[in-house]
């Protein structure tokens, strides 16, 4: 069985900053893709980030200069920081990956259970 936990989230005043982590535990041979989405209230849940395999990485035009993406393969782990945070930034914040597990190995898209980001003064 393999589980993502995200951690990290938190209440923060515009302009501050956060840090999210996620690691991937469980029979894991390997992970291709890992992503941050977000859901604001009342929204539908959208692609914040995302960086594959090889550390090629892509952002939402919403976050493009204020948020990086990276992940730690020894550690199985996923990051997000997240500066000049806005109040249009607060939402569940998700982790997502695609990893290899299970025999005969296979690809399982897999998700964490969402840390709550709020941005307000």
């Known amino acids: 069985q393999v589980q993502l936990v995200e951690s990290g989230g938190g209440l923060v005043q515009p302009g501050g900053s956060l840090r999210l982590s996620c690691v991937a535990s469980?029979?894991?041979?390997?992970?291709?893709?890992m992503a941050w989405y977000r859901q604001a209230p009342g929204k539908e849940r959208e692609l914040v980030a995302v960086?594959?395999?090889?550390?090629?990485?892509n952002y939402a035009d919403s976050v493009k200069g204020r948020f990086t993406i990276s992940r730690d393969n020894a550690k199985n782990t996923l990051y997000l920081q997240m500066n000049s945070l806005k109040p249009e930034d607060t939402g569940v914040y998700y982790c997502?990956?695609?990893?290899?597990?299970?025999?005969?190995?296979?690809?399982?898209?897999?998700w964490g259970q969402g840390t709550l980001v709020t941005v307000s003064s």
């Open positions: 997502n990956a695609v990893v290899v597990t299970g025999t005969p190995a296979r690809y399982l898209e897999v």
């Open positions: 469980g029979s894991i041979f390997g992970i291709k893709v």
């Open positions: 960086i594959t395999s090889g550390d090629s990485t």
